[in-house]
């Protein structure tokens, strides 16, 4: 246990609903991190935050997709009319300070879209 | 950007054999190289990571050795065990974006036969 918590753990939902996940870091961590990891892949950045400012989003992001951090702690991810293709490990990782640092990785949220 | 490739996709060995998993990264500008675990259903487990001053770095029964012409990096785990058995991901520090964000390969699936 890294100390990165993810609720929920697993997601089924049908197309076109919204859904939102949550994130806690490891406290005091500044940075947070969103990737994506579909079966067989490496995760895949798709933003991240610096306290609670969102400093750099992947083009893997579309308009569907929005991330808040709003008080520099805990990290909620929103996909709105979700597609099957949207199906996915959803991982969080949090990391100290800046820049080139090691990121720890919760245990991520397991979406399935029918 | 960066990009980064392991080898082998799947590897087995023997248990008590020692473990080599290699990866290779196309940026000459990375510097800071992540080497991480993922056993099924859970995120990511940090290993252990090198700096680009360095060639190689040792951990408790892991060693990473960093070749900087080439751009390869590999992991090796002695004494390998059944508990090591599952997906190794490297991961290279990418400066694509404007504050930058780790890039992974697709893993190697590392199996330990008893």
């Known amino acids: 246990d890294t100390g990165v918590s993810q609720d929920p753990r697993h997601k089924i939902t049908k197309r076109g609903q919204n859904v939102t996940f949550r994130c806690d870091p490891i406290s005091e961590h500044n940075r947070l991190y969103w990737y994506r990891q579909t079966l067989g892949q490496g995760p895949e950045f798709l933003t991240y935050f610096q306290n609670e400012a969102q400093l750099e989003k992947s083009r893997l992001l579309s308009d569907r997709f929005s991330a808040e951090r709003p008080k520099g702690s805990f990290s909620t991810l929103e996909i709105q009319r979700t597609e099957q293709g949207d199906s996915a490990m959803y991982l969080c990782a949090s990391t100290p300070g800046q820049g080139e640092d090691t990121q720890y990785f919760g245990p991520g949220t397991r979406l399935t879209v029918l | 950007g960066e990009s980064v490739g392991l080898h082998l996709p799947t590897l087995s060995v023997q248990e008590g054999d020692n473990s080599i998993i290699n990866c290779a990264y196309s940026?000459?500008?990375?510097?800071?190289f992540i080497w991480y675990k993922q056993e099924s259903g859970k995120g990511p487990q940090f290993i252990i990571d090198?700096?680009?001053?360095?060639d190689k770095r040792q951990g408790q029964r892991v060693t990473v050795l960093l070749n900087k012409t080439v751009k390869h990096l590999s992991l090796q785990i002695a004494a390998t065990q059944p508990g090591d058995s599952a997906v190794y991901f490297c991961a290279a520090w990418n400066y694509g974006g404007s504050q930058g964000n780790l890039i992974f390969g697709k893993g190697t699936k590392l199996s330990v036969k008893p």
């Open positions: 940026n000459s500008a990375s510097d800071y």
């Open positions: 090198i700096r680009s001053n360095m």
